[in-house]
């Protein structure tokens, strides 16, 4: 398990190296030049249109309920788990190399959904397909359809093996041990021997056929049932983690000076804030201030135009716009919340040992004003709905995408959602670094073509945006 563990870890450190990391952030300045600024002077405008159905529209869900499809694959383990990993590697400073990307991540988001809609297909029985791989077919040409055909296949092995199985069940099932059994005191068996041994415990086994069960009576019910889902879970749950994140902020605002100098000087010079521990460098705070980032909103990875085609609207741009607000929520707001919380705490310092979501429970149990078993118990239920919520609308991408590969065959597609519960159901017992590992280099795999794909259509976003808001003043 070790050399496993060490190889996959090596690959993730080479696909998330220096030039994907350029690549995304490079896209997202230059969509944002050629937007000029959209996710700056039009954010207002986005989150009106959050509840604003279009009446006439196309498509199967509607625009809140694309969103909320979106949202509840992006708010997940990331914005819990993934930031806390972030903060533990590469210092507090890696938060603020997360918003940086999240900005300009805004932008990029924004292009996948005015794309997602303008390039969709729809057929007779009003199903809709639509995402990175068509409009890589159709906007770019037949020529490229061969991208398209690699970008499906990374984001079904994405959906079913990485970031929305595995991490998000492995996840959930770790923050219920840490409530119910931190001492793992009711070991049911153990995996491995010496010290690669893995204790199971009873609580892990329990939560996780809870979960799997769970999901599956969702998934088997398809896009609707999982929007109807997400549509209740996600803002309620969003609501009630921000709650807990302002109550932090204003119980311990002495320390959010502090906090502040500590990411903004960490992120520029990280060995310094976090006492010269090896290997806090610059490169690693970008590293994985901007692969958790990414991890967790998910820009220019080409997840949320595959949810956002399904949206009723006509107007590609006014479904970029709601799309673009998943960022905003995601990272700007949700992250910085468990970030700020972990730098205030101080949960995120090596010495004390701890890992994935023991460093966010920490956080709660020390900021909170609440008795450590109370603020246990709201973090624990956050990370399961968000996870819960994750798998779902990572089903649905999956199945989209096995859909574009294989022509819409409906046998195929039901056979990967019983392959997607399996996933679901063996999760628990997969380590936290093989995890992440394996998320992170398919997250990587599925940006390449996204990315390629937005540069080379920067143009067509470019000219839509144009129109649209020539027409807009007058009502068009």
């Known amino acids: 398990m070790e050399a496993f563990t060490n190889w996959v870890s090596s690959v993730s450190d080479f696909v998330w190296g220096p030039p994907l990391i350029v690549l995304i952030l490079a896209c997202g300045i230059w969509l944002t030049i050629r937007t000029g600024l959209l996710q700056v002077f039009h954010l207002g405008k986005a989150l009106r249109y959050m509840f604003q159905d279009e009446e006439d529209g196309d498509g199967e ?10 949202l509840s694959a992006t708010i997940g383990t990331g914005n819990i788990v993934g930031v806390a990993s972030a903060i533990a590697a590469g210092g507090p400073g890696a938060l603020l ?75 959930i099932t770790s923050a219920a041990e840490t409530f119910f059994d931190p001492q793992q005191a009711h070991v049911a068996f153990t995996i491995g021997s010496g010290d690669e041994a893995v204790n199971i ?47 932090i902020m204003i ?40 692969a958790r980032g990414i991890f967790s909103n998910e820009a220019g990875l080409g997840s949320a135009p595959i949810a956002a085609a399904a949206a009723r609207t006509k107007e590609p741009v006014r479904q970029g716009l709601v799309t673009m607000t998943g960022t905003f929520i995601d990272t700007i707001v949700v992250c910085t919340m468990t970030g700020l919380s972990i730098v205030i705490s101080g949960a995120w310092d090596p010495a004390l040992g701890l890992e994935g979501s ?36 990572w089903d649905y991408y999956g199945e989209r995408c096995l859909e574009y590969l294989s022509n819409r ?68």
């Open 358 to 393: 023991q460093i966010t429970v920490y956080a709660f149990q020390n900021a909170l004003p609440f008795p450590a078993q109370v603020s246990s118990f709201l973090l624990m239920i956050c990370l399961v709905f968000f996870a819960f919520t994750t798998i779902l609308g």
């Open 61 to 70: 869900v509607t625009s809140f309920g694309a969103l909320c499809t979106a």
């Open 201 to 247: 415990t009873w609580t892990t086994i329990i939560i996780g056929l809870v979960v799997t069960v769970g999901a599956a009576l969702v998934i088997i019910g398809g896009l609707q049932r999982i929007a109807k889902v997400s549509e209740i879970i996600v803002p309620f749950m969003a609501v009630l983690y921000v709650a807990c994140g302002i109550i």
């Open 409 to 476: 065959n409906r046998l195929a597609v039901r056979c990967y959602r019983w392959f997607y519960i399996l996933a679901v159901f063996v999760g628990p017992y997969l380590t936290v670094s093989v995890v992440w590992g394996i998320a992170d280099v398919f997250n990587a795999l599925m940006a390449f073509p996204n990315i390629i794909a937005l540069l080379a259509l920067s143009g067509v976003v470019a000219r839509e945006t144009k129109d649209y808001f020539r027409r807009f003043p007058k009502g068009e």
């Open 251 to 290: 119980t311990n605002v002495t320390e959010i000076p502090n906090a502040l100098y500590q990411i903004f000087y960490g992120a520029f010079n990280p060995q310094a804030v976090a006492g010269g521990i090896v290997g806090v460098t610059i490169q690693t705070a970008i590293r994985q201030g901007v």
């Open 97 to 171: 190399w997360m918003e940086v990307a999240a900005f300009f991540g805004m932008a990029t988001k924004y292009a996948e959904g005015l794309l997602a809609i303008k390039y969709r297909e729809v057929d007779q029985e009003g199903h809709v397909l639509g995402g990175p791989f068509y409009y890589i077919e159709k906007g770019m040409g037949k020529n490229w359809k061969w991208l398209g055909k690699l970008f499906a296949l990374f984001g079904l092995l994405a959906g079913a093996l990485g970031i929305g199985t595995i991490t998000q069940i492995n996840g």
